[in-house]
């Protein structure tokens, strides 16, 4: 089994509808991101996590929210879907202290339409 | 904060050919360079980093070098092979988070 695993791993949608997509890692990391991957623009942050009790915006958090369930479990809700949004998402973990391995779930792919 | 720019966006290599991504960044006090391959339908991975106090770092075909007065670090794969075909990421350290770059396609050709 996946140490990240991302569900769903495809999604489509239409404009205006609430998304969430869900991360659970069996690392035992206090760390969790998502990440938003588009063509030419790499891998931009969207939120983070470095605890169950902490949570804080990236680079382009307008238009998402999240929820830290537990340790394991980082979801990503999108409240009303737009087309702009269509991207591939990825969920990460990494271990405590600085400058720590960024360990990637498989990617979301979503699509609005 | 932190910016992060790679170059080229594309680069096709003859196998058995050297392969050689650039990356320049920003913010003076980022001391952590990690590069990240992303193969197709994956996520990215982890396949070497470089700390600030070090000026080169290799593991078997892969080597990467920094200069931390110019600001910028570059990623040498030699010997390249079909299996090294993905996108690359660098990625500078921006107070415990990673400022990556826009990414690098390989295409290794026989």
């Known amino acids: 089994d996946a140490d990240v695993t991302q569900t769903p791993r495809n999604r489509i949608t239409k404009t205006g509808k609430r998304i969430m997509l869900e991360c659970s890692q069996t690392?035992?990391?206090?760390?969790m991101y998502w990440y938003r991957q588009d063509p030419g623009l790499g891998l931009r942050l969207i939120y983070y996590?470095?605890?169950?009790?902490?949570?804080n915006k990236g680079e382009i958090s307008d238009g998402y929210s999240v929820s830290r369930q537990a340790q394991a479990k980082f979801s990503l809700s999108l409240e009303s879907a737009i087309p702009n949004q269509t991207a591939l998402y990825f969920c990460?973990?990494?271990?405590?202290?600085?400058?720590?391995?960024?360990?990637f779930g498989e990617g979301s792919r979503l699509t609005v339409l | 904060g932190e910016n992060v720019e790679q170059h080229p966006s594309t680069l096709s290599v003859q196998e058995g050919d050297s392969a050689v991504i650039k990356c320049t960044y920003s913010d003076s006090a980022s001391n952590y360079f990690p590069w990240y391959k992303q193969e197709l339908g994956k996520g990215p991975q982890l396949i070497i980093d470089i700390r600030s106090n070090v000026g080169e770092k290799k593991d078997q075909r892969i080597a990467v070098t920094l200069n931390k007065t110019a600001k910028h670090f570059s990623l040498h794969i030699t010997e390249t092979q079909p299996e090294d075909s993905a996108v690359y990421f660098c990625a500078a350290d921006s107070w415990g988070k990673l400022q990556f770059g826009a990414g690098t396609q390989v295409v290794v050709t026989p």
């Open positions: 996590s470095f605890d169950v009790k902490d949570i």
């Open positions: 990460a973990t990494s271990g405590q202290g600085a400058s720590g391995e960024l360990f």
């Open positions: 690392k035992g990391h206090d760390r």
